[in-house]
């Protein structure tokens, strides 16, 4: 059983800044991409940005320049580092893992992240 614990969501000021970590335990397999999406108010989830277990990494062009994607693979850990926060980011912030040996997605419980003006 896969489990994915997100921490780090919260409360900051426009122009601040923020730090989601996610944790996978479980039969995880080294060959993966782990990452974030996020979903708004009567939105639909979307992609934050992902790494996989080479380092390769792919952001929403929205977020592009502000928040850095980082991956510690011996400790199964994403790290996003979220700068110069605007409301438009106010979302819940959902851990993704994708297993590709088995082909299945594994996802958080999610994180609030509100951002005001």
């Known amino acids: 059983q896969v489990q994915l614990v997100e921490s780090g969501g919260g409360l900051v000021q426009a122009g601040g800044s923020l730090r989601l970590s996610c944790v996978a335990s479980g039969s995880i397999f080294s060959i993966s991409t782990m990452g974030w999406y996020r979903q708004a108010p009567g939105k639909q989830r979307d992609l934050v940005a992902t790494?996989?277990?080479?380092?390769?990494?792919n952001y929403a062009d929205s977020v592009k320049g502000r928040f850095t994607l980082a991956r510690d693979n011996a400790k199964n850990t994403v790290y996003l580092q979220m700068n110069s926060l605007k409301p438009e980011d106010t979302a819940v912030y959902y851990c993704?893992?994708?297993?590709?040996?088995?082909?299945?997605?594994?996802w958080g419980q999610g994180t609030q992240v509100t951002v005001s003006s």
């Open positions: 790494i996989t277990s080479g380092g390769t990494a």
């Open positions: 993704y893992l994708y297993i590709t040996i088995v082909r299945k997605n594994y």
